[in-house]
């Protein structure tokens, strides 16, 4: 399998879920068992020396691999979650979107100071989601956090908001947004 080949069986949804979105529906590549393995292996040959304790998931498609990649590594699983999701007390996160604000949460008490996180979802576009759920758990007090993305959308500057921000940022896939 090569990256090359997992792309091809991500399909694209034009217009989904408002005019002018290309979509990228992960669920063919999913659906591929080589291809689910490829993200898995990948995900675990790029983190398995960095000492990582625990992986922290975006809802809902950072649930999928996420869990997969986190066994491998012998890491935990942390769900980040939308409000009144989780059942316990929680610590949050609200953030500007494109149409008005967004809020996160993760539950109180589930990393604690010295986790190594790794911050996991399956796209990265303008990175809003992602800097969001890297407040949130900077505001855990963890050790390190990296971040990653099964695919990257190229000329959304979410990379490059990241990186602006210090933090370390890694993708599985790389497609142009228009593609
Ligand atoms: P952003 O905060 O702009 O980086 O958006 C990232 C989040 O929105 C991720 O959770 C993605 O699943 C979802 N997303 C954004 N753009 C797309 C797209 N073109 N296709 C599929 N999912 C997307």
Redesign the pocket.
């Known amino acids: 399998m090569t990256a090359k080949e997992v792309i091809a069986a991500i399909r694209n949804v034009p217009d989904f879920p408002i005019p002018g979105?290309?979509?990228?529906d992960i669920t063919t590549a999913l659906a591929k068992p080589e291809c689910l393995q490829w993200m898995r292996d990948e995900m675990v040959r790029r983190y398995k020396d960095l000492g990582i304790t625990q992986i922290v998931g975006?809802e809902s498609?950072g649930f999928i691999v996420g869990p997969a990649v986190a066994i491998e590594l012998g890491a935990g699983f942390v769900p980040i979650r939308k409000p009144g999701k989780l059942p316990a007390e929680t610590i949050s996160v609200s953030y500007e979107k494109e149409y008005g604000t967004d809020t996160i949460e993760m539950h109180k008490g589930a990393l604690n100071e010295n986790d190594v996180v790794l911050i996991h979802?399956?796209?990265?576009?303008?990175?809003?989601?992602?800097m969001a759920a890297v407040e949130l758990v900077k505001k855990a007090g963890v050790k390190k956090i990296y971040t990653n993305c099964l695919i990257e959308?190229e000329g959304?500057n979410?990379r490059k908001l990241l990186e602006g921000n210090g933090v370390d940022f890694d993708c599985l896939l790389e497609i142009e947004v228009d593609e």
């Open positions: 979105i290309q979509f990228k975006i498609r979802d399956d796209i990265l576009a303008t990175g809003g989601s992602m959308l959304l979410g």
